[in-house]
């Protein structure tokens, strides 16, 4: 499983939010410091987590990005998609374009666990998971 910066990041952002105090917006900049994301990447993340209805962006003084479902409602799968990464379509680790379990590569069976493992993690693991493990 490869994860771009993109997803790292998101799933960086949305972690911190998770954490903090639900009912508190966390202004861009304070996000940002915290969690090591330059601030113009940050906001177009932040933009398709709003877009994909997991964050509420709040305008002026006291603003900033707050969750819009309660922790246990947003799956890290949630998170993953709102920025077009899918864990079901890992391609073949060996690059071959027909690999399945007729035509399976060197790597198939256990690429295939990973592959498997990597989705229920994500489908299974939520916002208020990470809530929890930081208290």
Avoid at 41 to 69: D, E, N, P, W
Wanted: hydrophobic residues 40%; positive net charge.
């Amino acid at each position: 499983m490869h994860w771009n910066q993109t997803v790292v990041y998101a799933l960086r952002a949305m972690s911190y939010l998770a954490i903090m105090p639900l009912e508190q917006p966390i202004p861009a900049r304070s996000l940002s410091e915290k969690t090591s994301i330059p601030v113009h990447y940050l906001s177009k993340i932040m933009r398709r987590m709003v877009t994909a209805g997991l964050v509420v962006s709040q305008k002026g003084h006291g603003g900033g990005f707050i969750l819009a479902k309660p922790p246990k409602d947003i799956s890290m799968l949630d998170v993953l998609r709102a920025v077009d990464y899918n864990p079901e379509a890992q391609p073949c680790a060996f690059g071959w374009e027909r690999c399945n379990a007729v035509n399976p590569c060197p790597l198939h069976y256990y690429w295939s666990q990973l592959k498997s493992s990597h989705l229920e993690w994500s489908e299974n693991t939520t916002l208020a998971d990470i809530r929890e493990q930081s208290q």
